[in-house]
């Protein structure tokens, strides 16, 4: 496989992103499913269809990790005069999705301004300022929720933007308290539990694998890649591809290939690195920089291209400032063998007192 997908270099001589003329040329991977649901797009006639519409839209966008039902589900929504509070939060949380981060904090900012917002508004938005590290902007919106949804989903809400404020171990303590304590078993508690469990990882507790793998069994995608994700980094390869097995979606691909990389599977892995590659094909062509994150996994850890991955990574770091991208942009910056690009991460982690046993082995290298 070359290092530079030829579709990749038409874009990248292009001047502006490429648009298609002819409705037969594919610039992605289509579900099969997709046109039934774009027949029904298409038959939209009210606010309450097209909300519902984007609900439905949402969750098969998760379940088959398939950003062309999030589109469709954005434009259900987007066709539909007027916006009140509840629209605007869909809206958002459609944005999210789609990686368009400043949009979707644009819109939760009119739609929380609102006599009596929805709740999962703060929510939302909470998530939003913990990816962009703006930890005291997400701590205010938890505590607005207080009152109004179950303490453990506050708790959940705070975990992380408490942990990254240099109150980790508290965040991890009170919260494990709080599951400890109860007895329910409802999306909430299944949403606290994997939170418990990301940080029980980056503070490298003894029973952190296996909680891990408990939130991953509930079978939300996020949750079964972060087990995934632990058990590469363990070695433990083999047990990362049943883990993530039959699994859709372009992050489950980059693991399979990673550690089909690492156990030497020379048989499985070509179909899967043209597939990705693809994926980055058709991205170029769209114009489509919102996947920074998944190119740099792919060329630091798949194509060991050090400069396209630096680069890649270096963009994500500035948009969302996850572990997981602190990680991919360390390990860009040493396969690339350029100590002064990790400083970003290092002022990161020390300007928040973050503690992540993970990232600071990798500075230790």
């Known amino acids: 496989m070359p290092m530079l997908g030829p579709l990749l270099l038409i874009s ?9 003329t002819d409705d037969a040329l594919v610039l992605g991977p289509v579900t099969s499913d997709a046109p039934s649901a774009l027949k029904e797009l298409r038959a939209i006639q009210s ?4 909300a519902e519409f984007a609900r439905r839209m949402l969750l098969r966008a998760e379940e088959s990790q398939d950003p062309t039902f999030a589109q469709y589900a954005l434009a259900a929504v987007e066709r539909q005069p007027g916006a009140d509070a509840e629209q605007r939060v869909l809206r958002a949380t459609i944005l999210q999705r789609l990686h368009r981060f400043d949009a979707a904090l644009a819109e939760l900012d009119v739609a ?4 009596d917002p929805p709740a999962q508004g ?6 939003l300022r913990t990816l962009r590290a703006d930890y005291a902007g997400a ?10 949804i179950e303490a453990l989903g506050v708790a959940a809400c705070a975990a992380l933007p408490r942990a990254r404020s240099g109150q980790a171990e508290i965040a991890y303590s009170a919260l494990v308290d ?10 909430v508690t299944r949403y606290a539990h994997g939170v418990a469990a990301e940080l029980a990882w980056r503070l490298a507790k003894p029973d952190a694998l296996e909680r891990l793998r408990r939130a991953a069994a509930h079978g939300k995608p996020l949750q079964r890649l972060a087990y995934a994700d632990a058990l590469i980094a363990l070695g433990h390869n083999e047990e990362a591809l049943t883990a993530i097995d039959a699994m859709p979606g372009e992050g489950a691909m980059l693991r399979r290939a990673r550690a089909l990389c690492a156990v030497g599977d020379k048989e499985s892995l070509p179909a899967l690195v043209s597939a990705l590659w693809a994926g980055i094909d058709a991205r170029a062509l769209r114009g489509d920089a919102s996947h920074a994150r ?16 630096l680069k890649a ?12 991208d602190a990680e991919l942009l360390l390990d860009a910056a040493e396969l690339a063998g350029d100590d002064p690009a990790m400083e970003s991460v290092r002022r990161w982690l020390s300007t928040h007192a973050i503690a992540d046993a993970h990232l600071e082995q990798r500075l230790a290298r």
């Open 294 to 309: 998944e190119d740099a996994y792919f060329f630091a850890y798949i194509e060991r291209d050090a400069k396209r991955a």
């Open 12 to 20: 990248a001589i292009a001047a502006t992103p490429y648009r298609p």
């Open 139 to 148: 701590l205010r919106d938890c505590a607005a929720l207080l009152g109004r």
């Open 313 to 324: 990574a270096q963009a994500n770091f500035k948009e969302q400032k996850e572990p997981i």
């Open 47 to 50: 606010p309450g269809s097209a």
């Open 122 to 127: 703060y929510f939302v938005r909470a998530v």
């Open 112 to 115: 929380l301004e609102a006599p």
């Open 178 to 187: 709080m599951l400890d304590a109860s007895t329910g078993d409802n999306e």
